[in-house]
């Protein structure tokens, strides 16, 4: 893609119609949790098999990450996203027929490759034509991202008590993919209809440093869909109602959209981002030890904690990895290997958490776990020079 700057209106309505698109790539997973229970009251699903609803759309979307930017490139950013939005909208709309929970899982998986194509395409195209405030528009996308997950989670069980239908609750959500659709239609003059080839779209597998980014990307998104997938279902089996439960998640989202936000524009001052990575990570930390000694007290201290951790982690991961090229090509390379791998790690979570409750009879050595993994990346962080990063990819 070239780095073109785009005059100030065109780059307003561009920057909207992509929080708008950013908006659709949560709510198919984020409305699960808070419908759990009804959902399981209708069709026979344990808790591993629940997982699967969280897990096969990230894993989905990491497989989908490798060959994303390929078909970007075939048909061009507007035609890509375009096709993605279609087929997010479907799957979501398809929740209001299923029967099964195999129809609900293939429904899930099929959301995740929409999810994948967008999300390969949009730290690239960023990259290119924002190229003087990447941190600052990353965190407007991904604060999007969160948005969208915050907007499924507080109102999915409101839309199934005014319905009286789970699905309902689950299907909504194919309105948002609509409106993205008709406000990305209107940005076709600002986007061409192929990406130029002007470098050839490198491999990574053979690179540690990519694949310390990956892991890196990978182990924080795991606390982000492993708390989106069973947060809620945690605080049902704590003695709260489905719909108090999902307001609780809407709450830790929308803290995650405000650091979304405002992280990285903090982060922006300098290149150096391991001291607000590190702060990240104990923010995580502090949260998932409240979340399982005391989550009856302060129960809204926890997931404020755990919602800016992640939320600012999130993007901080992506931006960290953009830091280690200039060029908008070899950038989007390197984060669809970051994503790719990263997801498929993420996937494993819910997954493990599930197992987990279904063995032990509760999701806190779930919590436990992934306070074991942040204090690692704690360390990891440490190793992120951006003295160094020249040297990284020769």
């Known amino acids: 893609m070239e780095n073109i ?24 997973m984020a409305a699960v949790g808070p419908l759990l229970s009804a959902i399981r009251g209708d069709i026979a699903l344990s808790f591993s098999l629940a997982s699967l609803l969280t897990m096969l759309p990230v894993t989905a979307m990491g497989l989908g990450m490798f060959f994303g930017l390929s078909i970007g490139r075939r048909l061009g950013e507007r035609r890509t996203v375009m096709l ?77 008590l005014q319905t009286g239908s789970w699905r309902a609750g689950l299907a909504i959500w194919a309105a948002l993919a609509l409106l993205a659709s008709m406000l990305w239609w209107a940005q076709r003059a600002n986007l061409p209809h192929a990406m ?5 779209q490198e491999s990574f597998f053979r690179h540690p440093r990519a694949w310390l980014l990956a892991v ?23 003695g709260w109602s489905e719909q108090h439960a999902g307001l609780l998640l809407g709450f830790l989202t929308a803290m995650e ?28 930390i502090a949260g998932f030890c409240g979340l399982t000694l005391t989550p009856h007290h302060l129960s809204l201290l926890w997931p404020c904690l755990l919602g800016l951790g992640i939320g600012g982690l999130f993007p901080m991961s992506l931006i960290v990895s953009l830091d280690h090229f200039d060029h908008p090509q070899r950038a989007a390379s390197l984060t669809a290997f970051v994503q790719g791998i990263g997801y498929l790690i993420a996937g494993l979570s819910p997954l493990l958490a599930g197992t987990i409750r279904d063995r032990l009879g509760s999701f806190e050595w779930a919590w436990w776990s992934l306070t074991a993994v942040m204090v690692m990346m704690w360390l990891m962080a440490r190793r992120f020079d951006p003295r160094h990063y020249a040297r990284q990819f020769p």
């Open 5 to 28: 700057r785009a005059t100030s209106r065109p780059a307003v309505g561009l920057m909207l119609a992509i929080a708008l698109v950013a908006l659709n790539l949560r709510p198919s």
């Open 84 to 160: 993605s939005l279609l087929i997010i909208g479907l799957a979501t709309l398809s929740r209001w027929f299923i029967d099964s929970a195999a129809e609900l899982i293939v429904g899930a998986v099929l959301a995740g490759f929409g999810i994948a194509l967008i999300q390969a395409l949009m730290p690239a195209l960023i990259k290119s034509r924002f190229a003087d405030n990447v941190a600052l528009y990353m965190g407007l996308y991904v604060t999007s991202i969160m948005g969208g997950a915050a907007i499924a989670a507080s109102f999915a069980p409101l839309v199934m």
């Open 196 to 200: 130029p080839e002007t470098h050839k």
């Open 216 to 238: 890196f990307f990978g182990l924080g998104t795991a606390s982000y869909t492993c708390v989106l997938a069973w947060f809620a279902p945690y605080y049902v089996e704590q």
């Open 257 to 284: 959209v405000i650091a979304g936000l405002l992280v990285p524009a903090i982060a922006n001052r300098s290149r150096d981002r391991r001291w607000v990575l590190k702060g990240l990570l104990l923010l995580i």
